[in-house]
């Protein structure tokens, strides 16, 4: 199904399943904990091996040699995996570097062999009893230290934009801001780890494994390995967290491949806890610097918003000063997201790549701007709203996550439309329902015995993302349908929304609808990822159960433009006949893709937000605490409510470990991050979040798709960092520029009066 055209009325807008806040389907299975993760597949394949990967002990140099023999001769032990046994091994096409190392070692805690025995406890003790020399060379691990040799990266042509003349507008510009900004190396921290489970059956490949883009890992699985994609099967139908760091093939799924194939039997292997942050990716640190000039009466006339983060040779951007193109108004603008190159481990997407760290910084200094101006922040920004993107640079290639080939050119919009924004809407509605006319406008005016309090708040956004997706649906004698989609549902409610989408297409009650998800032999969907999974697989499935009515009216004889499905039911006129007995004795089979055109190029298709929070700050210890956060949201339509309030209250959860408390520490002389644990590497829990409270905009977007919604996923975390940095502000008088916002940075700023 090709879609081009605004949606009209369409069976979705029913709204008798879709819509409604249904239980999660799945919720049974993982709180019984018989749902099927990675490594609890003891069921599909039988005399499973365990395997132990050692991660380099060094950043950067080579492996001098690697005495493998008390290794070998350690109890249990079935075979050991190294860069010199391993066979020819290519480069994935989403890896910066190699998941293999040796004799090359490009980041500390890089894989460079797997240990496989009959036990993991015989397994990890053999590995213990490698001996690897190596050859360390120098690296650069401070991104401070390199910042004045960022560069935009080559084979990106929108990594910088220019509109107008900043220079000269900021020059004359009567009020101005200048400030730097700096966001920390972050960690995904999810509960599961990388897992996987490998098993060879002759040349043919099958791996469970724990990953969010099922299309993406068997193509670069089949890659790296030199197999035909064709003899590569991936299956993940439950995944315990990703945030972005299981988009891509990890360490696990291919060294389980390896130490299966030198084992010759299958082979489990779970990435330790210890060597996550280091192995897999991270969210890097930037520096961002942000001017804006403005009239005396509150007109942004100049922006600015310039970013450094660093990767390994040939890693792209964290793009932090993406969304500062299209949320404000302004004549005059300039962006730039640049990168240096370090030897850290590799940095890639992670939870709102781009608009988490930029709004972070972004919105700090609106307000900064907006209290030089002495305007109240939430008007500040309703006065620089625009209905059109004011800079807007031409992508040289698709947009669409699941390719990396540029797209027919296409004739380019530079300033388009936006589809639907409701940002005035949501700062209203949360300046209404968060009580912000209570606010001090003056900083430090507000106690609650030892706590100074504030409020903060600061604006949402995240591109909405089109990519196509496919889906094979099944309606059975019985009147059962199955839906089939390498989709993966990795805690976000894909399951439910995919079963309530295929449950009002065909009429049919939701326990009669069968979902099944993350296998690589099933039709490739958009994937989780970007906050594009709900509405694109759920439009891939609206497109096969369009392709099923149609076949299933005609061998009902009535003819398909009339025919409506409900109660079980098809009809045309007076006329109606049962599903099971229109689909006969055998089942009637239907696939098909949404897919879309230009539609994306003619409007700019955003979701929107306001985040409001207070804080309460220890007058004396300097302690944050959160009191309560307020999320509002403008997202098309909401294809579940209590699902999306659940990625939205823990998108809000996850900000405020990215405010307060989440760093991955950096050892600059020995080059890797050393908090690689869930004891020194702090992440939020219940007890820090008292409330939260989301509401959701009445929106729907037809340029979106069929089911006319967008994404939510991400839009909730982007700008809860900096709505936390000014309720700081408002509670003590002290601006914190560099995140987290722990309380030495406060402490020595904090008025004497306190």
Not at 317 to 326: D, H, I, K, L, V
Request: net charge positive; charged share 20%; aromatic share 6%.
């Amino acid at each position: 199904m090709k879609f081009n055209e605004p949606a009209t009325t369409n069976p979705i807008d029913q709204l008798k399943i879709v819509g409604q806040p249904v239980n999660r389907i799945d919720g049974p299975l993982k709180t019984t904990g018989t749902a099927p993760y990675a490594m609890d597949r003891h069921d599909v394949v039988p005399n499973q091996a365990h395997g132990y990967i050692i991660g380099s002990a060094i950043p950067k140099g080579r492996i001098v040699s690697m005495d493998l023999a008390a290794a070998k001769a350690a109890p249990g032990v079935l075979a050991i995996v190294t860069a010199a046994n391993a066979g020819k091994l290519n480069k994935g096409n989403f890896n910066t570097a190699l998941l293999l190392g040796g004799p090359r070692i490009e980041h500390y805690h890089q894989a460079v062999a797997l240990v496989v025995a009959e036990t993991f406890e015989q397994a990890r003790d053999a590995a213990h009893l490698v001996r690897i020399k190596y050859e360390r060379e120098g690296g650069v691990f401070d991104l401070h230290a390199v910042r004045n040799k960022a560069a935009a990266p080559k084979k990106d042509g929108s990594a910088e934009s220019k509109v107008g003349n900043f220079t000269g507008a900021f020059a004359s510009a009567p009020v101005k801001l200048d400030a730097e900004y700096h966001t920390a190396h972050e960690s995904h921290s999810m509960m599961e780890p990388h897992a996987s489970i490998a098993a060879w059956d002759g040349d043919r490949l099958t791996v469970w494994t724990s990953n969010q883009m099922i299309a993406w890992n068997a193509g670069d699985l089949a890659k790296t390995l030199g197999i035909p994609k064709a003899k590569v099967h991936v299956m993940s139908p439950y995944i315990g967290g990703g945030f972005g760091s299981k988009l891509f093939t990890r360490a696990d799924a291919l060294l389980a491949a390896l130490g299966a194939r030198a084992a010759r039997r299958p082979v489990k292997v779970t990435l330790q806890r210890a060597l996550i942050p280091n192995n897999t990716t991270h969210r890097s640190a930037t520096i961002q610097r942000i001017r804006i000039g403005a009239t005396r009466e509150g007109k942004i006339t100049a922006i600015a918003h310039d970013t450094a983060s660093g990767n390994l040779p040939e890693g792209s951007p964290e793009n932090a000063a993406t969304q500062t193109r299209s949320l404000y108004a302004g004549e005059h603008r300039m962006t730039s997201n640049r990168v240096a190159v370090m030897d850290l481990p590799e940095a890639n997407a992670m939870r709102a790549p781009g608009e988490a760290p930029g709004m972070a910084a972004l919105e700090i200094a609106m307000d900064e701007m907006a209290e030089k101006l002495g305007i109240d922040p939430v008007q500040f920004r309703i006065l620089n709203d625009t209905q059109v993107v004011p800079d807007n640079p031409e992508k040289p290639a698709s947009a669409d996550p699941q390719s990396k080939k540029p797209e027919e050119k296409k004739k380019h919009n530079p300033h388009p439309p936006f589809s639907q924004r409701q940002f005035i809407q949501c700062l209203q509605t949360g300046a209404q329902r968060f009580g912000w006319d209570k606010r001090s406008a003056k900083p430090g005016q507000v106690r609650d015995g030892r706590w100074l309090v504030g409020m903060g708040m600061a604006s949402a956004f995240r591109d909405n993302m089109l990519t196509k997706s496919a889906a094979r649906v099944r309606l059975d004698r019985r009147g059962f349908l199955t839906v089939e989609t390498d989709m993966t549902d990795i805690g976000t409610g894909s399951y439910t929304i995919i079963a309530q989408t295929a449950s009002e297409m065909m009429g049919i009650p939701l326990e009669r609808v069968k979902v099944r998800l993350g296998d690589s032999s099933f039709p490739a969907s958009c994937g989780s990822g970007g906050q594009w999974g709900g509405n694109n697989s759920t439009a891939g499935v609206y497109a096969a159960c369009m392709k099923l009515r149609d076949a299933v009216a005609q061998k009902a004889g009535f003819d398909p433009q009339r025919a409506i499905f409900a109660d079980g039911l098809v009809r045309a006129g007076d006329k109606s006949m049962p599903l099971a007995q229109a689909v006969g004795e055998r089942e009637i089979v239907a696939e098909d893709l949404i897919e879309y055109g230009d539609i994306s190029e003619r409007f700019q298709q955003s979701t929107f937000g306001a985040h409001f929070v207070e804080v309460g700050v220890d007058a004396v210890t300097c302690e944050v605490r959160i009191r309560r956060m307020l999320a509002v949201c403008a997202a098309g339509r909401i294809l579940n409510p209590k699902t999306a309030r659940s990625q939205v209250i823990g998108a809000m959860t996850m900000g405020v470990g990215a405010a307060l408390m989440e760093e991955l520490a950096v050892d600059a002389r020995l080059g890797f991050f050393v908090n690689h644990d869930l004891a020194s590497y702090e992440v939020p829990v219940h007890a820090d979040i008292p409330h939260q409270e989301v509401i959701f905009l009445d929106e729907t977007d037809p340029m979106s798709s069929p089911m006319k919604a967008k994404g939510i996923a991400e839009l909730g975390i982007c700008g809860v960092a900096a709505a936390i940095a000014n309720a700081v502000y408002n509670a003590t008088g002290v601006r914190v520029r560099s995140y987290p916002i722990t309380l030495d940075k406060l402490i020595t700023k904090m008025p004497l009066s306190v």
